[in-house]
């Protein structure tokens, strides 16, 4: 089953649900302040984004602003970059859909469509 984890008070999140119902597609929602995604999840994100660690960043909040993470996340190890984002849920990017063959994270209807169809 698809893990959704997103955040009840954001529209992209509140978007992403509903284009999954609307689908019919099964998935279990977590919401992502209380419960980031462990370390395990989040390597696989990376995996599927290239390695790409600022994919896995909510970049325009201030959380991250606060943490000076745009000049500190470059040189940082997978491992302390996982150790922040499981300390702090809402420097998760979001919505964050993880599953059998399936890894998005953001919501843009397209990329989530060809990625169910599969």
């Not at 959704?4 to 008070?9: C, I, P, T, W």
């Not at 998935?27 to 390695?51: K, N, S």
């Not at 909040?61 to 606060?66: E, H, L």
């Not at 996982?82 to 063959?101: A, H, M, T």
Request: charged share 25%; with cysteine; aromatic share 10%.
């Amino acid at each position: 089953m698809l893990k959704f984890y997103g955040y009840k008070k954001c529209s992209t999140c509140r978007n992403a649900k509903k284009f999954l119902e609307s689908k019919g597609v099964s998935f279990e929602e977590i919401p992502i302040r209380e419960t980031p995604p462990p370390p395990a999840e989040l390597a696989a994100m990376l995996q599927a984004y290239d390695g790409k660690m600022t994919r896995l960043f909510n970049t325009s909040s201030q959380d991250y602003r606060d943490a000076g993470l745009k000049d500190r996340l470059p040189v940082m190890s997978h491992s302390d970059a996982f150790s922040i984002l499981q300390g702090n849920g809402n420097l998760v990017k979001r919505p964050f859909l993880l599953g059998e063959g399936v890894a998005l994270v953001g919501f843009k209807e397209a990329e989530w469509q060809a990625a169910l169809e599969d």
